[in-house]
Structures are given as C-alpha cells and as structure tokens.
C-alpha cells in the first residue's frame, strides 16, 4: 500500500511569503485606521513584493500545491482588494458619503471577480497576456494615489471625486475584457546587453528619487496600455473587447488544422492503443506469480 504520510502537511518556504504578504495587505488597514496613511500605502506595495515571491519561489523549488494556490488568492483579495478599498476610503472617499463606500465595494468586488476568472481560466488562457487589470497592478494604483496625496500633504477633501474615478475605473478595468501584457514571456534566464543593465540602475534610481509619484505613474501607464494594446490589435470594437464573454476567433489557417487533426486522429489513436498494450504486457510480465 502506498505511503500517504508525504502527501501531508504544507510546504513552508512559498506559504510563508503568501503569509508574510496577507500580513502586510492587514497592517495596511490598520495602519490607515490610525491616520498613518503614508505607511499603509507603503505596506500595499511590500505585499506585492511577497505576492510576486511566492509563486516564483515555489516554481523555483518544486514546492507548488493547490493549497498554495487557493491560500494566495484569500491573500490577495485581502491584500490588494479589500486593503486599498479601505485605505482609500479612510482618506478620501469617505468625504462623498454613499459614492465613497460604493466606489470602495466596486473595487472589491472587481477585485474578486478578476480572481475568480484568472483562477478557473488560467490553464486555457494565453499566458502573454492579462484579461482584465491584474488586482495588484489595481491595488498599486489607488495605493499609489493615496501615497502621494499623504506625502505632497494634499487636502483630501479636495481630491475626493478624483479618488472615487480611479477606485472605480481600476475596479471596471479588472472585470473587463482588455488584454494586458503579462511579462511572463521574458527570459529572466537568458542573457542581455550590458545597456539593460544599465537601463534596469536607471529605473531603479528614477523610482528613488520620488517612488510615491513614479510608482503611480508608471501603474496608471499600466492601466491605460490595456485599452490602448486592445483597440489597436481590433479591426472593429465590439462590446465583448470590453466586457462580457469573448467568442473565440478562428485563425486564418483553424480550417485546415482542424482538417489535418482529424486525418492524424486515427494514427495518434492507433499509437495510443499500441502503447497502452506493451504498458499492460509489461507489467503482466513484472508482475508476481500469483
């Protein structure tokens, strides 16, 4: 009988991560609770820092498990769906009354349906490319937003509607049909010009000078190349490149291919059924002697 003992437990190193960020996306909360809304917005921006470590290293040390998967999404709908909600809505969106927590429950909202629809479509989905705003990538903007106006000391009664356009523009945008450029095609094995490098000290000390401002910029940058990629990629918009269930678009040469698997159907079965039965002789021949 096989041992069940090794299928036990959860692996510590990538759960940890996953923990390490959900206590960040709290402490957000907390902190924003208690006026410190520079720290709170802060404290998103770590939790993203964990969320991107979790998956890799887990990836990198064979560690991955469907309890991880499912335990990084309740993180992330705390860390970058109901912290930035309340972080904004502590410093501005409060000021508007019932459009301030509307914009607040959009956000969360969007935010757990962007999860749900990544999660039960990501095996079928083409990786180079987000459907819909990724919830960090929302999370930052509107954390990002507070940051500044936290830092610059901006009044936030005076930017209130601004901060209710962008928690429910971020919110839409996560539930929408615009591709978003994954990054997940890049080699970060394989090697590079020296002027990259040189590129990569240059951001780093562009986001140094003011990371509150730049980080804001370059997400709503983010933000915008979705609607931009998918209305130049189009022949003609249609409500399903915005919202809604996407029909599939057949390829120019989908006819022909489908004619071809249908001709190597009867060889890939007669292959199948071949491998199948030298599996089953062999191991009637490994088998003990009953």
Not at 130 to 155: R, T
């Amino acid at each position: 009988m096989p041992d069940q003992s090794k299928h036990r437990g959860i692996y510590l190193l990538p759960n940890l991560l996953t923990t390490a960020g959900l206590f960040s996306g709290f402490y957000a909360i907390v902190a924003s609770m208690n006026g410190s809304f520079e720290l709170a917005a802060i404290a998103i921006f770590v939790a993203m820092v964990f969320d991107g470590l979790d998956g890799r290293v887990a990836r990198l040390t064979n560690t991955q498990s469907e309890f991880g998967a499912e335990y990084d999404s309740m993180a992330d709908i705390v860390s970058f769906g109901i912290a930035p909600a309340l972080v904004a809505y502590n410093w501005a969106l409060h000021d508007v009354g019932k459009l301030g927590w509307l914009a607040a429950f959009i956000f969360v909202a969007g935010g757990a349906l962007r999860l749900a629809r990544f999660n039960t479509a990501h095996g079928s989905s083409d990786t180079r490319y987000f459907q819909g705003l990724a919830i960090p990538s929302a999370a930052a903007i509107v954390a990002g937003l507070v940051w500044v106006g936290a830092k610059y000391d901006i009044d936030p009664e005076n930017v209130s509607l601004i901060v209710v356009f962008f928690t429910i523009a971020c919110g839409l945008l996560m539930v929408s049909n615009f591709k978003y450029h994954s990054f997940k095609d890049v080699d970060w094995r394989g090697k590079v010009n020296f002027l990259v490098i040189l590129l990569v000290v240059l951001v780093f000390v562009v986001v140094a000078t003011e990371p509150a401002l730049v980080l804001f910029l370059i997400f709503t940058a983010y933000a915008v190349s979705g609607p931009v990629m998918t209305i130049k990629n189009v022949n003609k918009l249609r409500l399903e490149h915005i919202l809604g269930d996407q029909k599939e678009e057949c390829e120019p040469n989908s006819a022909t291919s489908s004619v071809k698997q249908q001709d190597d159907a009867p060889a890939k079965e007669g292959a199948s059924e071949t491998d199948t039965n030298k599996k089953a002789e062999a191991k009637r021949n490994d088998a003990p002697n009953d």
